[in-house]
């Protein structure tokens, strides 16, 4: 098993436990948890950062690209799950000087539709509106509030259930949905592309209805679609993330599938209309690359994820992987829903970091787990695909009061090296840049939003050296929501 916390660590945290339980005592009249999902105070923002402490590593340039929910409050109506609000991109530029933001939020078809009509009028992943009306597809409903990529020059902001959303850098405009092809138009193309390292883009879809299927995708560097694929397949449910190697693509499928006919029912959200069936274990799909068809299966006990860090291929054909895996979806169902009223404990199970191991003769096991959560992966993007030695995450404290992922860490087969975020601030999801030429070597760019000054701000961490803490803290003039996912591009 491993251990979080070095014997520095140990020290630094029995020190200063009196403090810290005394800060989350006082803080608490002060510290309002629901600004975390409170819709941003405008629906634009841009200002620079201001320096709290250290300073920007000179060699860092270009932008930490972020989007997630954030209009989650519209006409009298407020969204009851935390990834139904209208998207916000954000920008944070790196330009050897200092650090800027800009942040809109998307305007997209759906958001259109609906200022016209003076009203929230579509479904969303976890609600419903007061009185819904009927839409012709997913992009009907397409709130662009997920992820992003820039991929052969173009930005787009990413969906789980419909087609990528085009948008301007400069101005942050909303531009129009990616068509690959006409054959696949309003395809669900998901939040987590992986590029590799001559420019290839695949990607994955889930279609639910009519007949539940997965779609596969190549997209080609200069951005045009190469090969796509459809395998039917059901039961089906929610499939956020996947799983390049250098010859295959990766699918474990959650058994939290979707009912097809409470879901065509129409009259609840469509979280609602999927059901957990821990009898079908995780059902592993193993796909190659070249012809898009799946070439081996293999079963693991059940559990539920959204994230995976990376996976890699060894001589003989086994496949080992990470991810972050909960239990069951308890958390995505309750306590995504209890956030947006203010309540940030969570008292189901969260994620945790697992290895898995997938051999040629069909067996499959979960290695190395622990029991402390962890989510939100991310590796050095030049290992995609290949093995890598360390992944970085959010990751939970002991005996945390509040929001369950406070800590950053690095998982390396012999240790983990981490730093917790003080108990007033949230973290977000962290990048890693890459910098020089060796596995790890470069920076960690970490979003916080700080209780206590009810503002956002962002940290860059030494990779290599997260104990050691930020190496620069910045802080805006505004508070942001939580988001979820974003990239990083060099300038």
Known sequence: MVSYLSRRDALRAAASLPLMLAARTAGAAGEDPALAFATARAERLAAPLQTLRGRVPPGLAGTLWRNGPAEH???????GHWFDGDGMIQAFRFDGSGVTHRARILDTPKRRRETEAGRRLLPAFGSMPPDPTSFRGP????PANTSMIVHAGRHMALWEGGSALAFDPATL??????????????????AHPKVEADGTMWNIGYLPMPRPALVFY??????????????AMAPLGLTHDFVVTARRLIMLLTPFVLDTDRFASGNMPFLDAHVWRPEL????????????EVERH?????????????????????????????????????????????????????????QVVLRPDGSAAYEHGDEVPADFPRIDPRRLGHRHSMTFALAGVDGALGWPLQRVVRFTPSEVDGWTWPSHRIPEEHVFVPRGASEGEGWLLGPFLDLSRRTSGLAVFEAGRLEDGPVWEGILP??????LHGTFAAA
């Not at 405009?173 to 395809?187: E, L, P, Q, R, T």
């Not at 274990?281 to 898009?292: A, E, N, Q, T």
């Not at 994820?305 to 309750?334: K, M, Y």
């Not at 505004?478 to 988001?483: E, H, S």
């Open 218 to 231: 190549r997209v080609d560097p200069q951005g045009r679609l190469a090969k796509v694929a459809l395998l």
């Open 281 to 292: 274990g995780v059902r592993v799909l193993v796909v190659d690359k070249d012809s898009l």
């Open 73 to 79: 409050d519209r006409f009298g109506h407020r969204y």
């Open 298 to 354: 293999h079963n693991l006990p059940p559990g539920f994820h959204f994230h995976h860090g990376n996976g890699w291929e060894e001589p003989d054909g086994t496949i080992r992987l990470d991810l972050c895996q909960a239990p069951d979806p308890s958390f995505v169902i309750r306590e995504f829903r209890n956030v947006m009223q203010g309540d940030i404990r969570f008292r189901s199970a969260h994620p945790v970091y697992r």
């Open 478 to 483: 505004y508070p942001l929501p939580l988001g």
């Open 173 to 190: 405009n909303a531009g129009s949905f990616v068509m690959w092809s006409k054959d696949i138009a309003g395809a669900p193309f998901s």
């Open 139 to 142: 992009d009907d409903m397409n």
